[in-house]
Structures are given as structure tokens and as C-alpha cells.
């Protein structure tokens, strides 16, 4: 977790994910041909990182270097889509990809969020509060702690599985960097039961079940 670089290069991919699904991930119903495309798009991006970053020592050796989308490209995008929940997730996305390599764009995310109309209050709070902690993470784990914490109790209200789980998942890794590793062992369990109870595919926590494992060894 102390490492400088960061994986540069998946920064667009996962901006680049988020921008073509998010229009219809988060509408009020999604049908079940959009749930497939979904779960089909999920796995090519993972195709495409899994395959980035298997091949950046030779992009390095290259010199290519792909540019990550700024906030007004961004902007732009988001003109396209109609729903405001689909705009609010596509910048909750974007602050998350930038919480490393430029966190001091976060705060106008945050703005951007903040002003945005016709959106849920709480899921709106959710995404700020998610928002903030994407900012402090890296610099001040403590105040990052507290704004996970709101987000994670917003989104268990909303049933957002997903963002919960993720949520938790970034709280257990705070805690494995403080060494802290029972208290990361819980949340680990507890992320895992959720996606149990909730009947998340397998693919959504194939990898929290290899973090665990890891940091059973570590302790």
C-alpha cells in the first residue's frame, strides 16, 4: 500500500468503464438483459486490467503512457447522460480514481456532487461522505475512518450491496496499514457475509477472499 506508482495506467480504464455503464447501472429498475450486459462489461474491464498490468513493465520499457480523463473531459461526458444518479456515481467514480494520484481534484468532485438535482439526499450524502474518504485515505486515516463510516451506514439504508461491501473493504485496508489486523479480519468476515446474505455474485468477492487469506498469513 506504500507504493508510490499507483498502476497509472488503469486509471482510464476503470474511467473509461464507468463513463459507458454507469448511464444505466443506476436507474431505478434494471432489467434483466441490462444486468447481463453489466456483469459482461465488469468482466471485460477486469480482462483489460488483469492484462495491463501484466504488461506494465513492458509499456514502461516502451515509454507509452496513457493519459487518465481530466474532470472537464468528465464534465463533458456527464452531459450526456439524463439521469442525475448516473451522473452522481460517474463522479463518485472518477474521485475514487484519483483519490492517489491527484486527491486535490477530489474537493471539486465533491462540489459537483453536492450541486447535483433530483438525486436522493441520503444517497447523495453517501457519495459525498465516500468522497471525502477517498480524499483523506492516503493522507489521514483517521478522518477517512469517520467518512467511510457515514458512507458505509448510508449505504446499508439504500441496500447498496456493492458500495457497501467496497466501503468495508477499504476500512480493512486502512486497518491492515496500521498493522491493525484483527480489526481488518472482522471486516473482511463481515464484507463476505453481506455479499453471502445478499446473494452478490462470486466474482464480487473472489479477490476479498485472497486479501483475507493474505493477511491470515500476515498475522
Keep these: 500500500m506504500g507504493k508510490n506508482n499507483r498502476r497509472p495506467r488503469l486509471v482510464w480504464l476503470s474511467a473509461l468503464f464507468v463513463v459507458y455503464s454507469v448511464s444505466f447501472v443506476y436507474e431505478n429498475i434494471l432489467n434483466a438483459k441490462q444486468v447481463g450486459e453489466i456483469a459482461q462489461l465488469r468482466a471485460q474491464v477486469q480482462t483489460m486490467n488483469d492484462q495491463a498490468s501484466s504488461s506494465s513493465r513492458q509499456q514502461n520499457t516502451q515509454g507509452v503512457r496513457m493519459r487518465p480523463p ?129 446473494h452478490l455474485p462470486i466474482e464480487v468477492t473472489e479477490r476479498y477472499r485472497s486479501e483475507l487469506l493474505n493477511l491470515s498469513i500476515l498475522s
Excluded at 483523506?136 to 467511510?148: E, G, M, N, R, T
Design 70 to 198: 481530466t474532470l472537464s473531459e468528465i464534465d463533458q461526458r456527464v452531459q450526456l447522460m439524463n439521469s442525475p444518479y448516473s451522473i452522481a456515481y460517474t463522479y463518485l467514480m472518477f474521485g475514487r480514481s484519483m483519490s492517489r494520484s491527484a486527491p486535490n481534484i477530489i474537493p471539486e468532485v465533491i462540489n459537483r456532487v453536492s450541486q447535483l438535482e433530483g438525486i436522493n439526499m441520503l444517497e447523495k450524502q453517501s457519495y459525498i461522505a465516500d468522497l471525502y474518504a477517498q480524499l483523506y485515505k492516503v493522507s489521514d486515516v483517521d478522518s477517512a475512518l469517520i467518512f467511510f463510516n457515514e458512507a458505509e451506514q448510508a449505504y446499508e439504508q439504500l441496500g447498496k450491496y456493492n458500495d457497501l461491501i467496497r466501503v468495508i473493504i477499504s476500512k480493512a485496508r486502512l486497518f491492515v496499514r496500521n498493522n491493525d489486523y484483527l480489526a481488518a479480519e472482522a471486516l473482511y468476515f463481515s464484507a463476505l457475509d453481506i455479499a453471502k446474505q445478499a
